[in-house]
């Protein structure tokens, strides 16, 4: 089930994010994600527009927008490759007359899942923060 983020939800979103974000990226150093978890919890996140995706009673995972960019879309690793982020996904285009979001380029599963879902890649830039290449990605209603 698909719904709008509670304030308790937070700590569920942000430990996703965490997570996930390890696993998925193992070219940043795991050291980096952690120095962003008070960020998230404090700034990111609770000035988002942020949908959860709940299963069970839990937190399962969880997208951010902010106008028509998708700044965080995460599931937890347990409950990757069930139908939660192209759930959260579809949630967001159904708002949404464009989507805009930036995916390391060495994220493949990412990108290809980004590729699957009707987004395409529409340029490259380097992340001032990691260093690492990001895929601009963009998806517009028909």
Known sequence: MIRVYRE???EDMVRIWYDASVIAHPFVPASFWASYRPAMKKEYLPFSENYVYEQEGEVAGFISL???IVCALF???EAQGKGAGKELLEHAKALKKRLFLKAYRDNRKAILFYEKNGL???GQEVDEYTGCV???MEWEDS
């Open 8 to 10: 308790n939800d937070l």
């Open 66 to 68: 902010a106008g028509e």
């Open 75 to 77: 599931i937890a690793p």
């Open 120 to 122: 395409r890649a529409a």
């Open 134 to 136: 990001q895929v601009l």
